[in-house]
């Protein structure tokens, strides 16, 4: 089993970053797959990034792609995403996200989820 404690949200303005970061609990943190989803106000939950155990696969959604970026420091039980050129409808909730199988890479299915942090961009 692993904890997850997102970090990192805050309110920027259109075309600022913000580096989101993730911290796992437990000593198996390379066994997992890593992700990050985000729900906005009134809509459904939306994957963002998913990256492989050794970290040497990365997928994004269309809409993220060329902007953010998914990275993990195994050594620091940490997985990180870095936002740029952030836009309002980026204005979400942020879930980091994790699981062992390593088919949650390409299905989304993840059994271990964080609190979250809340990303707010203005116009």
């Known amino acids: 089993q692993v904890q997850l404690v997102e970090s990192g949200g805050g309110l920027v303005q259109a075309g600022d970053s913000l580096r989101l970061s993730c911290a796992a609990s437990?000593?198996?943190?390379?066994?997992?797959?890593m992700g990050w989803f985000r729900r906005a106000p009134g809509k459904e939950r939306e994957f963002v990034a998913a990256?492989?155990?050794?970290?040497?696969?990365?997928i994004y959604a269309d809409s993220v792609k060329g902007r953010f970026t998914i990275s993990r420091d195994n050594a620091k039980n940490t997985v990180y995403l870095q936002m740029n050129s952030l836009k309002p409808e980026d204005t979400a909730a942020y879930y980091c996200v994790a699981d062992q199988r390593a088919s949650s890479y390409y299905t989304r299915d993840y059994d271990y989820w964080g609190q979250g942090t809340q990303v707010t961009v203005s116009s």
């Open positions: 990256i492989s155990r050794s970290g040497g696969s990365t």
């Open positions: 437990g000593r198996t943190f390379s066994s997992y797959v």
